[in-house]
């Protein structure tokens, strides 16, 4: 017999067996126990979760010699054909090669004539989405009624395509991706059935490269054994999964956040002459800029599949630094991820990103800056931007040098303009150079305001703008283009 690779091998054949879809497997085993099978069913999720291992354990449940049954023999002939993909009466279709309307009409015949020796005739259709909106429509009517003893099992990774006529005629279950920990304690139980050894972390590494998918770790497993033979190790699966180095990664890092700038591009440098693409180096930094910003916000969630000694490292990065300086560098190097695949200088994409972030450790954000002050009078920063208590400015004809004029501190309480300001005692120098005290509220006086209030407003926002940094670059106080 030909060599069978371990997705199919080690594929489940009972409900116990399938892996994290208990919410599935239970209902489908109630209800044949019950005698309430349904003649539709809409299996939706992920590729490689178990969407038609699941339909093909249903039919072996409906048609074991010792069922209906929720717990198929597995021994009987109906259980090892149908494990086998040949019994006539489960017939498995490729809806992306069998889409159109002339597809669909045959089946509808064939589905009026009685199974040949099992006790159920079962359709599973792959990939259902696939088929054209006539084909559709020529399902409706036999899904609505269809013959006695006849299910139908679809399996889609993109139920929004399929029409809603369709999904309200069928029993939708939605499966869900293998959480890390489920999928390792998988991997290891079965390769140390094969005889073969396996680190910890080389799991974690295919857990974290099948993206939740047991299949597309159990084809890695295939690979893996094939490159390192019955010894499977961490710097292995790093060589065939073309993981990033992770020192290498933290090291970035830590040049990123100490405003290493060159430090920072000699790492990119690097990593390119060992053979990795701008994509690949992209894609581990934020996936690893991801996993700081976790561990800096205190959270725990979605870094199962993270060995210890990794977590070590992110927690004494993360010692050093916020979280919303982590977020700021994530943002940056997620927007040159997406920007490397569509430009013709990719290397130059990232190497700008890098810079960029590097930067940021001397960006001066406005609670750093003073208030300004202006002669006669202090104008201070609105309320939030200003690090500092209000400061005192003496007034106009006042101060060290005025005789007997003493500064008196000013609240941050905001200034009323001068239509709210009352009547005021004129000061020794607002007199008129003919002698007469200029009146309170007089045109001539609030004019002088308003031009002096308009000049302190200017100054402000320029020096707003001076010190201007990229974190800042849509805050709601720059000045208007």
Request: with cysteine.
């Amino acid at each position: 017999m030909s060599y069978l690779v371990f997705a199919r091998k080690w594929r489940p054949q009972s409900f116990e067996d399938v892996l994290a879809q208990e919410h599935v497997t239970v209902t489908l085993r109630n209800a044949i126990d019950a005698g309430r099978a349904g003649h539709a069913y809409l299996f939706a999720g992920p590729r490689g979760v178990g969407k038609t291992t699941t339909a093909r354990i249903l039919a072996k449940a409906l048609n074991c010699e010792k069922g209906p049954t929720s717990s198929p023999c597995q021994v009987c002939d109906s259980c090892r054909r149908i494990a086998a993909g040949t019994d006539l009466d489960v017939l498995e279709i490729d809806g992306a090669s069998n889409r159109g309307i002339d597809e669909v009409r045959e089946l509808r015949e064939k589905a009026r004539y009685s199974s040949a020796s099992g006790r159920w005739k079962i359709y599973i259709i792959d990939e259902i989405h696939m088929l054209t909106r006539e084909a559709f429509n020529a399902l409706l009517k036999i899904l609505e009624e269809p013959p006695d003893l006849v299910a139908f099992v679809f399996a889609t990774t993109e139920p929004r395509k399929v029409p809603p006529t369709i999904i309200s005629r069928c029993q939708r279950f939605d499966f869900r991706r293998i959480p890390t920990p489920v999928m390792s304690a998988y991997l290891a139980r079965e390769a140390e059935s094969e005889g073969i050894e396996i680190d910890q972390e080389a799991i974690l590494l295919v857990c974290r490269a099948s993206g939740g998918s047991m299949r597309d770790a159990l084809s890695i497993m295939d690979q893996l054994v094939s490159f390192s033979g019955g010894r499977i190790t961490r710097e292995s699966a790093e060589g065939l999964l073309r993981v990033v180095e992770e020192e290498l990664l933290s090291s970035l890092c830590s040049d990123i956040f100490s405003g290493r700038a060159a430090g920072a591009l000699d790492k990119v440098g690097d990593a390119l002459a060992r053979g990795y693409s701008v994509e690949e180096l992209c894609d581990a930094l934020a996936q690893y800029l991801r996993n700081l910003m976790l561990v800096a916000a205190g959270s725990t969630a979605g870094l199962e599949d993270l060995p210890d000694r990794e977590l070590s490292e992110l927690r004494s990065i993360a010692a050093s630094v916020d979280d919303l300086a982590v977020l700021n560098v994530l943002r940056i190097v997620s927007a040159a991820a997406s920007e490397v695949r569509t430009s013709s200088l990719p290397r130059v994409v990232v190497e700008s990103a890098v810079l960029s972030a590097s930067e940021l450790s001397s960006a001066v954000g406005l609670a750093d800056l003073p208030p300004v002050e202006r002669k006669g009078r202090a104008r201070e920063l609105p309320a939030g931007l200003s690090g500092s208590e209000p400061g005192t400015a003496p007034a106009e004809g006042t101060g060290p040098d005025a005789p007997g004029q003493a500064q008196k501190p000013r609240t941050g309480r905001a200034q009323r303009s001068p239509a709210q300001a009352g009547p005021a005692a004129p000061g020794p120098d607002e007199s008129r150079q003919d002698g007469a005290a200029e009146q309170p509220g007089s045109p001539a006086g609030a004019q002088e305001q308003d031009d002096q209030a308009e000049a302190e407003k200017k100054a402000t926002m320029d020096l707003l703008d001076l010190f201007d940094a990229p974190s800042y670059e849509n805050s709601s106080d720059r000045r208007p283009e």
